[in-house]
Nanobody, 122 residues
Framework: QVQLVESGGGLVQAGGSLRLSCAAS????????MGWFRQAPGKERELVAR????????YYSDSVKGRFTCSRDNAKTTMYLQMNSLKTEDTAVYYC???????????????WGQGTQVTVSS
């Protein structure tokens, strides 16, 4: 079993920055990728960024491309999401998750963190 714990959320003004972290513990994750999802009230959960665990290849949704950067440490135990130029529409609960396959669907992610709130004020 892999446990994921997010940290780094909070309240920030529009235009500001936040850095989220996702620490993996328990059994060493040797799957395909880890990703960051977000869900705002009344909206569907969406994948905003993903990084493959081998190779470090990244994917970003159009809504965050150019503003968010997903990375991982060399020990492959922590994933990060650097969020710059934040907008009010980025307000959501952000979750990290892990998957053993290339799918970008949340249904195919098997390990999930508890989520961290990001609130962007105008």
């Amino acid at each position: 079993q892999v446990q994921l714990v997010e940290s780094g959320g909070g309240l920030v003004q529009a235009g500001g920055s936040l850095r989220l972290s996702c620490a993996a513990s328990g059994r060493t994750f040797t799957g395909y990728a880890m990703g960051w999802f977000r869900q705002a009230p009344g909206k569907e959960r969406e994948l905003v960024a993903r990084i493959t665990w081998i190779g470090g290849h990244t994917y970003y949704s159009d809504s965050v491309k150019g503003r968010f950067t997903c990375s991982r440490d060399n020990a492959k135990t922590t994933m990060y999401l650097q969020m710059n130029s934040l907008k009010t529409e980025d307000t959501a609960v952000y979750y990290c998750a892990a998957t053993y396959g290339p799918s970008i669907s949340g249904r195919d992610y098997v390990y999930w963190g508890q989520g961290t709130q990001v609130t962007v004020s105008s």
